[in-house]
């Protein structure tokens, strides 16, 4: 009898439990923003006008706030301040909020003021857009997303950057097959944002280009003093017999100017295949020349026994 009960309770606490979930939907609550990036250069005293995209994901109407806020950069990531003011807090106009309807999509018209002060270099920020006033936002489970802003004003700004490293990943001489991964570490040690582009022709000793590798292809921005390993792409392989010294030539350009940073990576491909094929190569022409020399040997004593 008291399992019966037990049961009977169990089932009603199962069916009370799935009615409240049904009756009580938790609704999803989302945002996309576009683009996730935009760069801007131009002169102090300039007024920039554009616009973004706001969705609202959610299944219900929802109001969004954007705030904005500083980042920088450590070790090839975005590294944000909450609460930190961004110096393009004062110069980005944008609506106080935006109010969509489930599934709805607005274009957003914004103005950058640029003051006639406002100093050379990389200026950047990030647009926040979330579920909850700034205000509320410490105390809220709130829903946002992000757009990052690069501006340069143009003045006295030091493009300057470093190669930190250039060698093939792994950091190996002698190589099985010819390697399609490299380390390619920048610096920017300037004070504005860089975007280095460039590519690696993997060449043999006869100058026949075998490999083209794109460098940073997906467009990484680095900013000030930091620095990134950046990614490599293949764009076409040439299959040949791999044998041998090859080398690997970098061209990476950056900034306005360009520059050009050239450099060269040596290796050697040897696989296991030819090391032993070779081997066993040279150990017929060693028993070769060791028959040969012994046959000789005997037709120089047999003429002289004549």
Same mark, same amino acid.
């Given at each position: ?10 089932? &009603? ?66 590294? *944000? ?9 004062? +110069? ?17 018209? *914004? ?63 002698? +190589? ?46 680095? &900013? ?18 791999? *044998? ?22 040596? *290796? ?39």
């Amino acid at each position: 009898m008291r399992r019966s009960r037990l049961f009977f309770y169990c089932f &009603l606490f199962l069916i009370l439990t799935a009615g409240f979930a049904v009756i009580n939907p938790n609704p999803v609550l989302a945002v996309t923003v576009g683009p996730a990036k935009i760069e801007y250069r131009t002169n102090a005293g300039n007024v920039i006008n554009d616009t973004l995209v706001l969705i609202n994901e959610g299944e219900t109407k929802q109001t969004f706030w954007p705030a904005f806020e500083k980042f920088t950069e450590m070790n090839g990531e975005k590294q *944000f301040f909450p609460g930190e003011p961004a110096e393009l807090d004062n +110069w980005i106009k944008l609506p106080e909020s935006i109010t969509l309807e489930p599934k709805e999509q607005k274009i957003i018209p *914004f103005t950058i003021e640029v003051p006639k002060n406002a100093p050379p270099g990389g200026h950047f920020a990030v647009i926040w857009w979330g579920t909850a006033p700034e205000g509320q936002r410490q105390m809220s489970i709130i829903t946002r997303a992000g757009i990052l802003v690069y501006l340069q004003v143009s003045g006295d700004v030091n493009e300057s950057a470093q190669l930190l490293k250039f060698a093939p990943e792994g950091g190996r001489l002698i +190589w099985g097959k010819i390697p399609e991964n490299f380390i390619v570490l920048f610096k920017n040690s300037g004070n504005t944002y860089l975007k280095p582009q460039g590519e690696i022709n993997v060449k043999n000793i006869f100058g026949n280009k075998l490999i083209n590798l794109a460098v940073n292809s997906v467009n990484i921005i680095l &900013l000030p003093d930091g620095e990134k390993n950046l990614q490599i792409n293949k764009k076409f392989y040439k299959s040949s017999f791999a *044998f041998g010294f090859y080398k690997a030539e970098l061209n990476l350009r950056w900034g306005d100017k360009p520059e050009l940073i050239h450099k060269n990576a040596w *290796f050697f491909v040897l696989s296991w295949q030819q090391a032993l094929f070779s081997i066993i190569i040279l150990v017929l022409l060693l028993f070769g020349l060791k028959k040969s020399i012994r046959k000789y040997s005997q037709w120089i004593v047999s003429k002289g026994a004549k």
